[in-house]
C-alpha cells in the first residue's frame, strides 16, 4: 500500500515557520488544540516538531514564565526536546508503522526534503482496525 493514501496534505496541515514569535506558535497551538505542530523553514523544508513541552520548558528557563518578555523571541531558539523523525514520500509502510509508534504523527517530505503534510498514527489504526473487522469498506484515513 501507498503511504500517501494516509497523507494530509500541507494545505490541511497547521504549521509554524522557524522564524516566528514564540507568541506566534503559542497562538496558532492554542487556536488549532494542538499538543505539537511541524516546523518549516522559509523553503518549505520540514525542521522539526515544536511541542506544548518544548515551549513551557523555554519560557520558564528564559523569561521566567514571562510571555510579555517573549513575545520577540524566534521560536528557532526553542530547544526540541523530541525529534519527530519524518519519512520519505517513497518510504515502505513497515518503516512507516515503525516510526508511527513512536510519535502521534509522521511529517512526510519530499526528495528535497521539502514538507509536505503528515500521516497521523489514528489515521493508520483507524485503517488497521477496520481490515481487522473484514469490513468490505475499508475506511478512508480522513474519515
Same mark, same amino acid.
Given at each position: 500500500? =501507498?503511504i %500517501?493514501f494516509? %497523507?494530509?496534505?500541507?494545505?490541511?496541515?497547521?504549521?509554524?515557520?522557524n522564524?516566528?514569535? !514564540?507568541r506566534?506558535? %503559542?497562538?496558532?497551538?492554542?487556536?488549532?488544540?494542538?499538543? $505539537?505542530?511541524?516546523?518549516l523553514n522559509k523553503? +518549505?523544508?520540514?525542521?522539526?516538531?515544536?511541542?506544548?513541552?518544548?515551549? !513551557?520548558?523555554?519560557?520558564?528557563?528564559? &523569561?521566567? %514564565?514571562? !510571555?510579555? =518578555? $517573549?513575545?520577540?523571541?524566534?521560536?528557532?531558539?526553542?530547544?526540541?526536546?523530541?525529534?519527530?523523525?519524518p #519519512?520519505?514520500?517513497?518510504?515502505?509502510m513497515?518503516?512507516?508503522?515503525? #516510526?508511527?509508534?513512536?510519535? =502521534?504523527?509522521v511529517?512526510?517530505?519530499?526528495? $528535497?526534503?521539502?514538507?509536505? +503534510?503528515?500521516?497521523?498514527?489514528?489515521?493508520?489504526?483507524?485503517?488497521? &482496525? $477496520?481490515?481487522?473487522? +473484514?469490513e468490505s469498506? #475499508?475506511?478512508?484515513?480522513?474519515s
Amino acid at each position: 500500500m =501507498n503511504i %500517501l493514501f494516509f %497523507l494530509t496534505p500541507k494545505s490541511e496541515v497547521a504549521h509554524v515557520y522557524n522564524d516566528d514569535t !514564540l507568541r506566534q506558535v %503559542l497562538e496558532k497551538i492554542e487556536y488549532h488544540k494542538y499538543t $505539537a505542530i511541524p516546523m518549516l523553514n522559509k523553503n +518549505g523544508r520540514y525542521v522539526g516538531t515544536v511541542t506544548e513541552g518544548d515551549l !513551557l520548558r523555554f519560557i520558564k528557563e528564559k &523569561y521566567s %514564565l514571562n !510571555l510579555k =518578555n $517573549a513575545e520577540d523571541c524566534a521560536i528557532s531558539r526553542v530547544p526540541l526536546r523530541w525529534k519527530y523523525m519524518p #519519512v520519505s514520500i517513497d518510504c515502505d509502510m513497515e518503516d512507516l508503522v515503525e #516510526v508511527a509508534m513512536k510519535q =502521534n504523527f509522521v511529517p512526510v517530505v519530499d526528495d $528535497a526534503d521539502n514538507f509536505i +503534510g503528515i500521516i497521523r498514527r489514528s489515521d493508520i489504526l483507524k485503517y488497521c &482496525y $477496520a481490515k481487522s473487522k +473484514g469490513e468490505s469498506r #475499508v475506511l478512508t484515513a480522513h474519515s
